[in-house]
């Protein structure tokens, strides 16, 4: 793993970054959510996001796939900008996987179905090629034998790692991550975190939101910490860990370390 910022992950100058956020702003009425925030995510980079609650991570995370406008400013994802509504969008929130706190699997649906879902319907892919596809992802996240119960008969844990192979059958560039473990009891917070440091070791790119500090220091190449909509640290995470720049950061680490 680099311990470089910004020089993982294999990006050079002739490929665009995965990631780039230039200038975004977003309000909610008067709120300003996201102030002048300026990304790059290099491809390859796992970049964790850290700040108290309503700095605005998730509100980021949202921007990134387009579930949440943004005022001003332009994001773009692997070289393309946002599309504004559509098929293209549709393409878009598939190449961008996102896995929330909530699971949010479709309840009346088993766990295969919930992964053959997607690319069935937006990627076009035949039901049985979907289905060998979800089983060897439902093998890789460890749950391959709970593939015909449905959700609610899977623990926690199950779930999430469930919505991560759902959202790795679309084949997504990226892969935002918005406390994923934060709705889990305590004994199943780690075989999410595995499933997710697997992921990073195979080099996806992935922007996560959490408040894991091991997983932070053990995967991320990158800490992002956002104060009051802003980015007010972009360092590594020995240095962010061991020498916070500012104020808000150390104020921050002492009250979650
Ligand atoms: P975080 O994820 O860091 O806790 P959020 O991005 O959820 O922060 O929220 C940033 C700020 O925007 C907070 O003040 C929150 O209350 C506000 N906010 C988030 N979503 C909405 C919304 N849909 N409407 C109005 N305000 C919102
Ligand atoms: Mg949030």
Redesign the pocket.
Known sequence: MSTEASGSGGASTATPPMIKAASVDKY??D?H?LKNIDIEVPRGQVVVVL??????????C?AINRL?PVDSGTIEVDGEPLPAEGKALAALRADVGMVFQQFNLFAHKSIVENVTLGPVKVRKVSQSEARTTAMELLERVGIADQADKYPAQLSGGQQQRAAIARALAMKPKVMLF??PTSALDPEMVQEVLDTMTSLADEGMTMVV?THEMGFARRAAHRVLF?AD?EVVEDSTPGDFFSDPKTDRAKDFLGKIL
């Open positions: 909610f009425g709120l959510v700040g108290p609650s309503g700095s605005g991570k998730s509100t980021l949202r949440e918005d406390e939101v956002m909509g």
